[in-house]
């Protein structure tokens, strides 16, 4: 298996007439943190939904631990263990901390896995083991 976890190959995405990624090339290997950077417009969020699945790639290729998944179903590429976590309040406010995580793990069937990851996760960020039974939404800010 390649050390090469996400590649993107000559990513071309247009909203219209509108050309939003022109040729990008990006390769992530294991062990790496990648950072997007730009002005506004940039192509920022566009790569991610691209990646994601939730915009088109008129051409170019995304591959993903050596699989092609260029324009396949988000949800098929949430099952592949590919997902993103938004900026902002983006919780369900109504249900609790551990709720909120436990969601996130909806495509996962193996129960051991499931807590291997909450523990995980809670090792990353202490507070949200602290508060797993307080509502999402009382959360400040910056901890949703």
């Known amino acids: 298996m390649s050390d090469v976890i996400l590649k993107l190959e000559g990513l071309n995405v247009s909203y219209g007439s509108i050309k939003a990624l022109k040729g990008i090339n990006l390769e992530v290997s294991r062990g790496q943190i990648v950072a997007l950077l730009g002005a506004n417009g940039a192509g920022k969020t566009t790569t991610l939904k691209s990646l994601s699945g939730m915009v088109p790639v008129e051409s170019g290729k995304i ?11 988000p949800e098929k590429i949430a099952a592949l263990k590919m997902v993103q976590s938004p900026e902002g309040r983006q919780v369900f406010a109504d249900i609790t901390v551990e709720e909120n995580l436990r969601v996130g793990a909806f495509t996962v069937k193996n129960k051991e896995e499931i807590a291997t990851n909450f523990k995980r996760v809670c090792e990353y960020f202490p507070v949200l083991l602290e508060r797993r039974k307080q509502l999402a939404g009382t959360l400040s800010g910056g901890e949703q």
């Open 63 to 73: 591959s993903l631990f050596d699989k092609e998944i260029t324009n396949i179903a």
